[in-house]
């Protein structure tokens, strides 16, 4: 597995901190890269404009993303500001904790 640390880029959030992600070192593809970050992150990958490897360099295809090396640190650039439209809403068997046997018991 391949690690690296992903972001929204914010710059007018006081916090915005990485999370990790790991990547299967057989798929190191640029869609598989967004696919992952966005899932991690709860971000719609239609409004990521592009992936940044930070400090100032665009992810652009599948070479790019092979070349990196664990805890490097991306942001996703998105397209839209207003907060309402870019965040996904997990789906109850994505969410945290979520117990399928437990929702089927009946009182």
Same mark, same amino acid.
């Given at each position: 597995?391949?690690?690296?640390? @992903?972001?929204?880029?914010?710059?007018?959030?006081? !916090?915005? /901190?990485?999370?990790?992600?790991?990547? /299967?070192?057989? !798929?190191?593809?640029?869609?598989?890269?967004? #696919? @992952?970050?966005?899932? !991690?992150?709860? @971000?719609?990958?239609?409004?990521?404009?592009?992936? #940044?490897?930070?400090?100032?360099?665009? =992810?652009?295809?599948?070479?790019?993303?092979?070349?990196?090396? /664990?805890?490097?640190? =991306?942001?996703?650039?998105?397209?839209?500001? /207003?907060?309402?439209?870019?965040?996904? @809403?997990?789906? =109850?068997?994505?969410?945290?904790?979520?117990?399928?046997?437990?929702?089927?018991?009946?009182?």
């Amino acid at each position: 597995e391949l690690v690296l640390k @992903v972001r929204i880029q914010t710059p007018n959030l006081r !916090e915005n /901190d990485f999370i990790e992600i790991e990547l /299967d070192r057989q !798929e190191l593809t640029y869609k598989e890269l967004l #696919r @992952v970050s966005c899932r !991690e992150l709860g @971000v719609n990958p239609e409004y990521v404009q592009k992936i #940044r490897k930070l400090p100032n360099t665009m =992810l652009r295809k599948d070479k790019d993303v092979a070349r990196l090396q /664990d805890f490097q640190e =991306l942001e996703l650039v998105l397209t839209v500001s /207003d907060k309402n439209l870019l965040f996904r @809403v997990p789906t =109850l068997s994505e969410q945290s904790g979520y117990n399928k046997k437990a929702s089927e018991l009946t009182y």
